[in-house]
């Protein structure tokens, strides 16, 4: 690529940072009031650390080594990055329990509320040439029960080429990539975007320290982010993967399920590739 701007992992962290501030006021979210509850969890969270100290025979070197890196993790502003790949899909996990329809997967740090508005079918914003084989991405939006479900709002984001997220990574047009559809009577909705890459989450900040430090890889597999939502049902959060890609098996996110694992086949101009795939939702 001839851009100029080379973007940090200071830029997405500390953007998702302020992203995360913003809704999280939005939301509202105060101290929580079940003091029991927080004793409880806050007590067993720090004798489980202990417990890693105790096994470990934790030493003063490692001990400020650890204190500097959170200092750090904090400056560069990738909390957010940092809880979303290794804690969040444990939250998700308990968040969807239960649920009869589609099967969740985690949000990430990267979703944008109010992206555009496509009607039922459409190409998100892209730039002229955006960089990926098109993918054409379809499915129908229904109940449990099996009736479609109109008016359902399909919000979608995904990364480029270059695992970079608009409205996060500097140099990219704002609403690159993301969008909103609504069903339409049938329930149905329709996407023209392209595939996406892998995505290195950012090494250049604290966490790529502790993954070289631990010898780990920083990669997710390539995913598309959706978010469906209609009145009466419960919103479902998802991912789609896609089979045989690279980390597919290995997320370091850990948030790849397999029943969101599509196969997408060659569209019949030989040019790109289509795959349909059906959100069911629980009635709330
Ligand atoms: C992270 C990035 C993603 O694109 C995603 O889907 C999940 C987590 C992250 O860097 O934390
Ligand atoms: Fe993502």
């Given at each position: 690529m001839t851009d100029v701007v080379t973007p940090t992992a200071a830029d997405s962290g500390s953007s998702a940072t302020e992203q995360f501030q913003q809704r999280d006021r939005a939301r509202g979210s105060a101290t929580p009031a079940d003091t029991a509850r927080v004793d409880a969890?806050?007590?067993?969270?720090?004798?489980?650390?202990?417990?890693?100290?105790?096994?470990?025979?934790?030493?003063?070197?490692?001990?400020?080594?650890?204190?500097?890196?959170?200092?750090?993790?904090?400056?560069?502003?990738?909390?957010?990055?940092?809880?979303?790949?290794?804690?969040?899909?444990?939250?998700?996990?308990?968040?969807?329990?239960?649920?009869?329809?589609?099967?969740g997967s985690i949000e990430g740090p990267y979703y944008v509320e109010n992206a555009p508005e496509l009607g039922s079918a459409g190409t998100p914003p892209m730039r002229e040439g955006e960089p990926g084989t098109p993918l054409h991405f379809f499915g129908q939006v229904r109940t449990v029960a099996g009736e479609p479900v109109q008016g359902a709002v399909v919000d979608f984001w995904q990364a480029d080429a270059d695992g970079l997220y608009s409205h996060f990574a500097p140099g990219i047009p704002e609403w690159n990539l993301r969008a909103r559809f609504t069903t339409d009577a049938e329930g149905n909705f329709a996407i023209d975007t392209v595939h996406p890459s892998p995505y290195e989450i950012p090494i250049d900040g604290a966490t790529g320290i502790l993954l070289a430090a631990a010898g780990w890889h920083a990669w997710r597999p390539e995913h598309l982010h959706i978010r469906v939502s209609a009145e009466g049902y419960h919103t479902i959060t998802t991912q789609l993967y896609f089979e045989g890609s690279d980390h597919v098996e290995d997320d370091i996110a850990m948030a790849v399920k397999d029943e969101l694992i599509l196969a997408p086949t060659a569209t019949d101009d030989g040019r790109g590739e289509q795959v349909r795939y059906d959100f069911v939702l629980d009635p709330a």
């Open positions: 969890m806050a007590t067993e969270a720090l004798e489980a650390l202990r417990a890693v100290i105790r096994k470990y025979q934790l030493t003063y070197a490692e001990y400020h080594a650890v204190k500097a890196w959170l200092i750090k993790l904090g400056e560069d502003g990738e909390w957010p990055l940092f809880l979303d790949v290794f804690i969040e899909h444990e939250v998700e996990k308990i968040a969807t329990e239960g649920r009869e329809g589609s099967v």
